[in-house]
């Protein structure tokens, strides 16, 4: 595929990720409401693993082709779970603060641009570095305006 | 308050780095081992959490209509999808095109639940989301 047309659907991708990212949290946020914060955390990452497990034959001989040597792989790699675990306590716990839900979420989206520019500035964790252009900065300015007002227009 | 706002912070941060190391795994794997190994090392801190504090189960814990309880297997299309997207685009257009798609579908979301009609100022956000989206569109290149 050409690197354009990967880049239109990786695009793509990333808005129905977000899409499913709201679902999600609907879900699991019902689920908090009938069991807990823990309770949810714990049965959403339980089903999810089953749920991959089922699938196993769409990835087994992916994983087979890649061919990179086990060793090759950093044992940090496999921490990915681990912090988003520890992310779900964090904020079941800010949210019980006076910052509640809006506060919450504002400067948890703030913590996440901060960091993934300096992901992208210095490469960090095995990641390409990269080099952001003007443009991504427009759309970043106006994709944090439109969420505020998104937000502030629901209160 | 300070408090918080740190751990408001840092939580959100956390959130980068767990697309990072999984979107890394996903580069020597594949994006749908990268989530289910997500999911398993959750699950396993999560319940030696439960073991330790407990009140991991509370009456009527399993009681709620059966959707509810399939916010796992979205998630593993999420975090499939979004270690995929992170090699290819970066950390930061991977952030700010999934906080688009999560405050439109939100905003889509709601209105099917519960009906309310968009606010005008919402209405302002999501033009101005748009525009973002499609600007960023626009943007390419290879990684340098």
Not at chain 1, 91 to 109: D, I, Y
Not at chain 2, 21 to 47: D, I, K, M
Not at chain 2, 126 to 131: K, P, Q, R
Request: aromatic share 8%; proline share 3%.
């Amino acid at each position: 595929m050409p690197a354009r047309r990967i880049d239109l659907a990786a695009n793509l991708a990333a808005l129905a990720a977000g899409a499913l990212l709201s679902l999600m949290v609907h879900l699991n946020g019902e689920l908090a409401r009938q069991g807990g914060a823990l309770f949810s955390s714990w049965m959403a990452h339980g089903t999810g693993t089953v749920a991959a497990l089922l699938v196993i034959p769409l990835w087994w001989k992916a994983i087979q082709r890649s061919g990179a040597p086990r060793a090759a792989i950093p044992l940090w790699a496999y921490l990915g779970g681990f912090a988003g675990a520890v992310t779900v306590i964090m904020t079941s716990t800010a949210v019980n603060s006076s910052l509640a839900l809006s506060g919450t979420l504002a400067l948890g989206l703030a913590g996440q641009i901060v960091f993934s520019l300096a992901a992208d500035r210095w490469g960090l964790f095995g990641i390409a570095r990269r080099r952001l252009r003007l443009g991504d900065a427009v759309a970043l300015a106006l994709i944090v305006a439109g969420s505020a007002l998104v937000i502030w227009g629901s209160l | 308050m300070i408090e918080a706002v740190v751990l408001a912070f840092v939580a959100g941060g956390l959130v980068g780095v767990s697309r990072q190391l999984n979107g890394r795994l996903a580069v020597s794997t594949s994006a749908l081992f990268a989530s289910f190994c997500n999911h398993l090392v959750g699950f396993v801190l999560l319940t030696a959490i439960g073991l330790v504090i407990g009140g991991l189960l509370r009456d009527g814990a399993f009681s709620g209509p059966w959707y509810i309880y399939f916010g796992g297997p979205v998630g593993v299309v999420f975090v499939a999808l979004s270690s995929w997207i992170i090699g290819q685009i970066g950390a930061t257009r991977s952030t700010m095109l999934i906080i688009a798609g999560q405050v439109l579908g939100g905003v889509a979301l709601d209105w099917v639940l519960t009906g309310k009609p968009v606010s005008l100022t919402a209405l302002g956000g999501i033009v101005l989301i748009v525009a973002g989206v499609l600007v960023a569109q626009r943007q390419r290149g290879p990684a340098n």
